[in-house]
């Protein structure tokens, strides 16, 4: 296939190339674009290198797929063209995602999605929906999901480069002020403010991930509510959730209280994870999984599954992932398999 990769330079766009070579993706030629600042900037790829393009129109001519590893904007004006010029497209910003005529794939959970492209585009979820999603859609098969109360636990690179950018400066510091810190209470000025958060995150934890919609929910939460129920073909899940940022590099992490439509037992989830595909339980004894753990794998991870003792029948577990793989770049990956 000729592929081009729009957001080479990023977070995703980084991964994107690592995993296309680990998959042996069969790439016939690629062609990379990143903004004018990393014009001409080399790309390690394959055992070789790829250069650095800006967009330009007619860029996409002659290629067979294109990823979109941008924001939303450059998505909306550039994916449309990228079909125009007779290219697939598998887009992981949020652009097209609620679109009914774009499907919103997890891999593992609906692959037959990508039969229908009427847009000639398919959109990858959310990195926060697609984690819990994974593990989820096994035992939302077997019982059906009723509702679902999360918490979300966000690594930095999920708000892409400049996040992984501000925790890294205000680790530095924060080094060896731990006394200081504990004595700083909100004291203005102990952190300078960062520019992707209006609070430090580093020694910290920020409870609105994305930005405040409506009814006071943000962006993050919503997409959680939406996707979900698209991606599992059922409007009738009920979900709340609270999306948090926390001073983790890469890994999100998510706490899920489900109820279903009949009562479900911990070892019924536990035999129903097990062979799950792209799911990986922890949950032997005291064992539980880490997003530490969890970064630079492929399977989600799931562990401290327990039945609510509050709700019989409801069940409680923890699901990490990387972000960067499942939560994009793999899934995105896999989705461009599914084409071939
Ligand atoms: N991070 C995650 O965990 C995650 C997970 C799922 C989905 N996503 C989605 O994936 C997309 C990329 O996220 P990211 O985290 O990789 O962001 P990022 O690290 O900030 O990377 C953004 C990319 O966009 C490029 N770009 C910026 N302005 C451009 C322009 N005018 N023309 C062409 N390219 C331009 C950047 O190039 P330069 O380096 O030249 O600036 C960079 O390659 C977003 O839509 C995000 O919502 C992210």
């Not at 909306?76 to 097209?96: G, T």
Request: proline share 7%; charged share 25%.
């Amino acid at each position: 296939m000729r592929v081009g990769l729009m957001g080479a330079t990023g977070m995703v766009g980084t991964e994107m190339l690592r995993i296309l070579d680990e998959r042996s993706f069969p790439v016939s030629e690629l062609r990379a674009y990143a903004s004018a600042r990393s014009e001409g900037r080399r790309l390690p790829f394959a055992g070789g290198e790829v250069v650095c393009e800006v967009l330009r129109p007619g860029c996409f001519d002659g290629l067979d797929l294109v990823i979109v590893d941008v924001d939303d904007p450059l998505s909306l004006e550039w994916s449309p063209q990228a079909v125009a010029s007779h290219a697939q497209v598998i887009d992981k910003s949020s652009a097209f995602r609620m679109d009914p005529d774009v499907p919103l794939v997890v891999a593992e959970v609906n692959p037959e999605d990508m039969r229908n492209m009427p847009k000639g585009i398919a959109s990858c979820p959310n990195c926060t929906t697609m984690i819990p999603v994974t593990a989820l859609a096994p035992l939302h098969r077997a019982a059906r999901i009723d509702r679902m109360v999360v918490s979300t636990y966000q690594s930095v690179s999920g708000a892409g480069q400049v996040g992984l950018r501000e925790l890294d400066s205000q680790w530095t510091k924060l080094d060896g002020r731990s006394e200081e810190l504990r004595h700083s209470g909100a004291q203005p000025g102990f952190l300078v403010q960062g520019e992707v958060w209006d609070k430090p995150i580093a020694g910290n934890v920020i409870p609105l991930a994305g930005s405040v919609k409506e009814q006071g929910y943000t962006s993050e939460e919503w997409k959680m509510v939406h996707e979900s129920r698209k991606i599992l073909h059922d409007d009738a899940i009920r979900c709340t959730v609270t999306c948090v940022r926390v001073p983790v590099y890469v890994g999100h992490a998510v706490s899920a209280n489900v109820r279903f439509h009949r009562p479900v037992t911990k070892a019924e989830v536990v035999e129903l994870l097990r062979d799950a595909p792209g799911v990986l339980l922890v949950d032997d004894g005291d064992g539980y999984p880490t997003p530490q753990e969890a970064a630079g794998i492929d399977p989600v991870l799931v562990g401290r599954v327990r039945e609510d003792p509050s709700e019989p029948g409801s069940i409680d577990l923890w699901i990490t992932g990387d972000n960067l793989r499942k939560g994009a770049a793999l899934n995105g990956v896999q989705m461009a398999e599914l084409l071939l």
